[in-house]
Nanobody, 119 residues
């Protein structure tokens, strides 16, 4: 069973920075993509950033130039580096990975970590 464990959420002031981490015991080489989503109260979950294995890194337009995803295969971890945070980016952030298995795609989610952006 693939498990993803997030860490790094918390309270940050507007304009501040935060780094989220997602760790897995699974082999990251088996993942098709690794990334981050977020869900604010009353809103749908949305993609923030994802790294396609052997392919590009995609970012939501609203975070381009401010957020960066980094992958550490040796540690089984990927990070979301967030800078210049805005109040409306307060949300529960989820790490995500997907994996092909017998012709189907399996989606895995972390438990979520809360990011609060407030003075």
């Amino acid at each position: 069973q693939v498990q993803l464990v997030e860490s790094g959420g918390g309270l940050v002031q507007p304009g501040g920075f935060l780094r989220l981490s997602c760790t897995t015991s699974a082999s990251m080489h088996s993942f098709n993509a690794m990334g981050w989503y977020r869900q604010a109260p009353g809103k749908e979950r949305e993609l923030v950033a994802e790294k396609i294995s052997g392919g590009p890194t995609n970012y939501a337009d609203s975070v381009k130039g401010r957020f960066t995803i980094s992958i550490d295969n040796d540690r089984g971890t990927w990070h979301l580096h967030m800078t210049s945070l805005k109040p409306d980016e307060a949300a529960v952030y989820y790490c995500h990975a997907d994996q092909g298995y017998l012709g189907q795609t399996m989606d895995y989610w972390g438990q979520g970590t809360l990011v609060t952006v407030s003075p």
